[in-house]
């Protein structure tokens, strides 16, 4: 009998969320970006503002400047084999005498939120009774992400682009010796061989990833392998093209890598799109720019091919009433550059013409399909004061905070490019952007944040009319 009542309820709650959708009132987020830009903050800053959200710190988001929303509350999740976004968890890292960021994300997760607000058109708004928007909120590890572009791609295409990427001369102090083991690696390598250089690769992905703000990372669950942790179907890696083009259709070495590659991509990549990407209405896409400026110009490279490649994995176009219901397609995508509070605001127009250089690919394959786009440079969780102080006889910039350790600290943070300087600039300069920890915050009042009140209402404020 509980097994019945099991399946009424999941019957019921599915009827409920396809008249949600058929009406227009639910709308499924995915929230994007490279691992370390900031989507765990971001997520508890955007729930932290829904769910407190107050008209003096969110002025751009119009359904609060015109006094019509009501309030929002977490709501029970749709999917409950996913594990829930853990808001309370991020908040009590935020609330800690000394405050620390939450944790990166280490798993896929979804929060629902309900909220209310009175419309002001349609029948709904001639009525006056307030209506429910369910925005469901999907996270998921960004190194997981960095695997949606092998759905298009053979092995033999990976290697010729992957190879290139172990060459650059920023890595290649790391990379020459695995790379001169797998270009030596007999044809007749056993599984022995093969799980050992493999295992080798994964570790040299992750010294890129933490030494060297390497990108593009793949296969991405080498990094953050999950239930997959020793699992054959990651015990795959790239051979030097030249190698790959000279063993024959009957090597043991060849039919081994493909066959394993081939299997990560149709059993572990194209379900992970399949069950989350396909399914999601509007997209965030963040980039950490000033973190890739650090590390110099072929991290930044990277990091803009990283992100046309992604671009390319997405389902997009406009949307309706049809397409809501049986075939979803990302009908909004919101390019943020994180981290606003690391700079003086002066830097930030620079910072958003910088990321408008780097993303000039990516926003070719949205806006083609007819997907509405906007840039914003904002700070989820703003850390920062931003102040003045007198240096020589004139009066500078500054931002002040406290630094990983806690200690208070006054910096000037320097300029930010407006384009990629050329390479003459990197040798004799480069940057140093310094992080900060999180904001000293009791949990009174909301968050406080950087242009979070425009993500809002470019998200979801045409849904709150």
């Given amino acids: 009998m509980s097994a019945i009542k099991h399946r009424v309820k999941r019957l019921t709650t599915q009827l409920e969320e396809i008249a949600q959708r058929g009406m227009d009132r639910h709308i499924r987020l995915g929230v994007t970006g490279i691992s370390g830009a900031g989507k765990t903050a971001f997520i508890t800053a955007l729930v932290n ?82 209506v429910t928007l369910y925005l469901d909120i999907i996270d998921y590890p960004g190194e997981w992400l960095l695997d949606l572009p092998l759905m298009q791609q053979e092995y033999e295409q990976w290697c010729e682009q992957i190879w290139p990427q172990l060459q650059l001369p920023a890595w290649r102090q790391l990379t020459e010796s695995w790379c001169a083991r797998a270009a030596a690696l007999s044809t007749d390598a056993t599984e022995a061989d093969i799980a050992e250089l493999a295992q080798e690769y994964a570790s040299l992905l992750l010294t890129l990833k933490q030494q060297r703000g390497a990108s593009l990372l793949q296969p991405g669950r080498a990094l953050l392998p999950g239930e997959l942790a020793g699992a054959p179907v990651l015990a795959w890696f790239p051979l030097p093209p030249e190698k790959l083009a000279g063993l024959g259709e009957e090597s043991s070495l060849r039919q081994t890598l493909v066959s394993r590659y081939q299997a990560y991509r149709d059993q572990v990549v194209t379900p992970f799109f399949r069950d989350y990407f396909a399914k999601l209405d509007r997209q965030v896409v963040l980039v950490d720019c000033l973190s890739a400026l650090n590390q110099g110009r072929d991290q930044v490279e990277q990091l803009a091919q990283t ?20 075939r979803p397609k990302i009908d909004r995508v919101l390019f943020a550059a994180t981290k606003a509070d690391h700079l003086t605001v002066d830097q930030h127009h620079n910072l958003l013409q910088l990321m408008h250089s780097l993303m000039k690919s990516s926003r070719r394959q949205p806006r083609y399909f007819g997907t509405q786009m906007e840039t914003l440079v904002l700070s989820a969780i703003n850390a920062t004061r931003q102040g003045q102080v007198e240096r020589d006889g004139r009066t500078v910039s500054v931002i002040s905070g406290a630094d990983l350790s806690g200690a208070k600290s006054v910096r000037f943070p320097g300029e930010v490019p407006a384009s990629l300087p050329g390479n003459g600039f990197w040798q004799e300069q480069g940057f140093c952007f310094q992080p900060f920890s999180p904001p000293g915050w009791d949990g009174q009042d909301a968050l406080p944040h950087m242009r979070l009140d425009y993500a809002l209402q470019f998200l979801i404020g045409d849904k709150m009319r």
């Fill in 49 to 130: 503002q829904l769910l407190q959200a107050e008209s003096h710190q969110l002025p751009a988001w119009q359904v609060m400047a015109q006094g019509r929303y009501l309030g929002g509350r977490i709501a029970p999740q749709p999917d409950l084999t996913l594990q829930p976004f853990d808001y309370t968890g991020a908040i009590a890292c935020l609330q800690q005498e000394q405050p620390v960021w939450p944790p990166s994300t280490r798993n896929i997760s979804e929060i629902r939120l309900a909220l209310r607000y009175m419309p002001d058109k349609g029948l709904a708004g001639q009525i006056g009774r307030p």
């Fill in 307 to 326: 992100l046309q490649a992604l671009s390319h994995s997405f389902r997009y176009g406009p949307g309706s009433m049809v397409t809501r219901l049986f």
